[in-house]
């Protein structure tokens, strides 16, 4: 049965090839082999496959993109005005007072009624440039200040003769440029206005933050009470240039002050020297130009080099605390 098999089988085989003919009864199985060697040795040929080709309808043409005309001066002028403009909002009052946050290119509204006076208060020790109006016969605009020495503020006034009248107003300080549009009705006006500057209040928030990073970068620590701090420490070995200033400690911590050039340079490594004379590396913490040694120590060395190191040995020398006359300690 299994030769029956393996007959039929080696039959369909050599029936789909056309180079070899058949073979012989008995030789099946060689001639099977045979033909798969020999297949491998023929050279490689480019078959072409069925290529999908679109039917009728298949086609769909691409809608092009509907560009809209181009807006005519007036309708871009008209467009631009409404979005930049700002209205007063009740949200935005501090008892009688609107006020705006700046934004620069914005366009504020100011609502004014005859008979009544609206403030244009600026930023205080902004310095009033130039006032100017778009209609300065149907329109009163002053200024004047108010305030002292450094608290001056200027204001500028604004007064219609007359409602349903409309106007621009343009104030230049030393600061920034206000842009305004005026508009009078019979009985509703604001009394005043005024901004709030939020990028002014960023930037001096970053001022501030620098500030407090720098003091924290000049404090090694906090709290140390002078008369707590033990200066005997005596420093020998070489004179490199990163050579430390001062030992102290208070009591818990030891602080090495360095020049204040060791940030241009290669901090040397602490070690601890133990009473047998073995070094131990130590954990520390640099802090501005301190290393700052969570342990005391009654000996330590800072290293620099591998080959005829350079070697700047610290010895605590006694357990007295500093005085007052000695002098603050400073970072």
């Keep these: 049965m299994n030769r029956v098999l393996c007959s039929a089988a080696c039959a369909a085989i050599l029936s789909g090839c056309e180079t070899y003919p058949a073979a012989p009864a008995g030789e099946h199985y060689v001639a099977a082999v045979a033909a798969f060697d020999e297949e491998t040795k023929v050279p490689a040929r480019i078959v072409e496959t069925a290529k999908a080709l679109p039917l009728p309808g298949q086609l769909k043409p691409i ?18 005005s409404k979005k930049a403009r700002i209205e007063p909002s009740l949200d935005g009052y501090m008892n009688a007072v609107q006020i705006y946050p700046f934004t620069e290119g914005a366009l504020y509204r100011l609502y004014a009624a005859p ?16 006032v100017s109006a778009g209609d300065t016969v149907r329109w009163v605009v002053g200024d004047t200040n108010s305030g002292g020495p450094g ?17 621009n107003l343009m104030i230049a300080t030393d600061r920034r440029v206000y842009h305004l549009e005026l508009t009078s009705t019979e009985d509703s006006y604001m009394a005043a206005l005024s901004w709030a500057y939020p990028q002014d209040e960023l930037e001096q928030l970053r001022v501030q933050n620098g500030a407090a990073l720098k003091r924290d970068e000049r404090t090694i620590a906090r ?7 033990n200066f005997e420490y005596r420093i020998e070995g070489d004179r490199p240039a990163w050579r430390p200033v001062r030992v102290f400690d208070d009591g818990r911590q030891v602080y090495i002050q360095m020049p204040e050039t060791i940030s241009t340079t ?7 020297v133990g009473r047998k004379g073995g070094a131990e590396l130590v954990n520390y913490r640099m802090r501005g130009n301190y290393y700052i040694v969570d342990r005391l120590f009654a000996r330590a060395e800072l290293r620099h080099g591998e080959k005829n190191q350079t ?15 000695e002098g603050a300690v400073h970072g």
């Design 266 to 272: 290669d901090a040397p490594p602490l070690f601890i």
């Design 151 to 167: 608290g001056e503020r200027a204001h500028v006034l604004v007064k219609p003769i007359a409602a349903g009248l409309s106007t």
């Design 115 to 130: 008979g009544q006076v609206s403030d244009i208060a600026l930023q205080p020790g902004e310095q009033l440039i130039s």
């Design 63 to 80: 809608p092009s993109p509907r560009v809209a005309p181009p807006a005519s001066p007036e309708d871009a002028i008209a467009e631009g």
């Design 311 to 325: 070697i700047v040995r610290i010895v605590k020398t006694g357990a007295r605390r500093a005085s007052a006359h």
């Design 223 to 229: 709290n140390l009470a002078l008369g707590d701090l």
